[in-house]
Protein backbone atom coordinates (compact mmCIF):
# COMPACT_ATOMS: atom_id res chain seq x y z
CA UNK A 1 0.00 0.00 0.00
CA UNK A 2 1.23 3.51 -0.55
CA UNK A 3 0.62 6.08 1.38
CA UNK A 4 -0.50 9.68 0.19
CA UNK A 5 -0.14 12.96 1.61
CA UNK A 6 -1.81 16.16 -0.52
CA UNK A 7 -0.06 19.54 -0.13
CA UNK A 8 -2.36 22.22 -1.86
CA UNK A 9 -4.09 25.21 -0.76
CA UNK A 10 -6.60 24.87 -3.02
CA UNK A 11 -9.75 22.50 -1.13
CA UNK A 12 -10.88 21.47 -4.63
CA UNK A 13 -7.44 20.34 -5.57
CA UNK A 14 -6.79 18.59 -3.06
CA UNK A 15 -10.44 16.93 -3.04
CA UNK A 16 -9.80 15.81 -6.64
CA UNK A 17 -6.54 14.34 -5.83
CA UNK A 18 -7.79 12.48 -2.71
CA UNK A 19 -11.01 10.83 -5.11
CA UNK A 20 -8.56 9.83 -8.06
CA UNK A 21 -5.93 8.40 -5.04
CA UNK A 22 -8.79 6.76 -3.43
CA UNK A 23 -9.84 5.15 -6.05
CA UNK A 24 -6.85 2.94 -6.43
CA UNK A 25 -6.62 -0.25 -4.52
CA UNK A 26 -2.69 0.10 -3.68
CA UNK A 27 -3.12 3.79 -2.29
CA UNK A 28 -4.67 5.87 0.52
CA UNK A 29 -4.07 9.29 1.52
CA UNK A 30 -3.22 9.89 4.80
CA UNK A 31 -3.89 13.41 4.78
CA UNK A 32 -4.07 16.80 3.15
CA UNK A 33 -2.14 19.97 4.09
CA UNK A 34 -3.24 23.28 3.07
CA UNK A 35 0.26 24.79 2.80
CA UNK A 36 3.95 24.09 3.33
CA UNK A 37 3.89 24.39 6.82
CA UNK A 38 1.34 21.76 7.22
CA UNK A 39 2.44 19.77 4.97
CA UNK A 40 6.17 20.10 6.33
CA UNK A 41 4.59 18.80 9.88
CA UNK A 42 2.51 15.81 8.92
CA UNK A 43 5.16 14.56 7.27
CA UNK A 44 7.17 14.17 10.19
CA UNK A 45 4.38 13.33 12.03
CA UNK A 46 2.87 10.34 9.22
CA UNK A 47 5.99 9.52 6.72
CA UNK A 48 3.53 8.89 3.92
CA UNK A 49 5.51 7.28 1.00
CA UNK A 50 4.55 10.29 -1.32
CA UNK A 51 3.64 13.66 -1.13
CA UNK A 52 1.86 15.02 -3.43
CA UNK A 53 3.27 19.22 -3.62
CA UNK A 54 1.61 22.04 -4.84
CA UNK A 55 4.07 24.80 -5.43
CA UNK A 56 2.55 28.08 -5.07
CA UNK A 57 1.17 27.73 -1.37
CA UNK A 58 0.64 30.98 1.30
CA UNK A 59 2.83 31.30 3.66
CA UNK A 60 5.63 28.60 3.09
CA UNK A 61 5.47 27.50 -0.42
CA UNK A 62 6.08 24.01 -1.67
CA UNK A 63 9.84 24.44 -2.92
CA UNK A 64 10.66 25.11 0.66
CA UNK A 65 8.78 22.21 2.35
CA UNK A 66 10.08 20.14 -0.29
CA UNK A 67 13.65 21.12 1.18
CA UNK A 68 12.85 20.17 4.94
CA UNK A 69 10.64 17.24 4.26
CA UNK A 70 13.82 15.76 2.04
CA UNK A 71 16.42 17.23 4.56
CA UNK A 72 14.85 15.28 6.98
CA UNK A 73 16.46 11.74 5.83
CA UNK A 74 12.89 10.56 5.90
CA UNK A 75 11.85 7.75 2.91
CA UNK A 76 9.27 10.11 1.61
CA UNK A 77 9.44 10.94 -2.14
CA UNK A 78 8.17 14.66 -3.32
CA UNK A 79 5.54 15.13 -6.72
CA UNK A 80 5.50 18.33 -7.63
CA UNK A 81 2.13 19.24 -9.06
CA UNK A 82 1.46 22.47 -10.52
CA UNK A 83 -0.40 24.34 -13.30
CA UNK A 84 1.89 27.14 -13.70
CA UNK A 85 4.08 26.19 -17.49
CA UNK A 86 7.43 27.79 -15.74
CA UNK A 87 10.28 25.66 -16.15
CA UNK A 88 11.83 27.39 -13.39
CA UNK A 89 9.41 26.05 -11.13
CA UNK A 90 10.77 22.66 -12.40
CA UNK A 91 14.21 23.28 -11.81
CA UNK A 92 13.53 24.86 -8.10
CA UNK A 93 11.88 21.38 -7.24
CA UNK A 94 14.43 19.37 -8.23
CA UNK A 95 17.23 21.14 -7.02
CA UNK A 96 14.61 20.63 -3.67
CA UNK A 97 15.52 16.92 -4.15
CA UNK A 98 11.79 16.19 -5.60
CA UNK A 99 11.47 13.48 -6.96
Not at 4 to 10: E, G, N, R, T
Not at 62 to 81: M, N, P
Not at 84 to 99: C, I, M, Q, T, W
Amino acid sequence: MTTVLIADDQPLQRFGSRMLLESQDDMTVVGEAANGSEAVRMAAQLHPDVVLMDIRMPGLDGIEATRRITAAGDRTRILIVTTFDLDEYAYAGLRAAAS
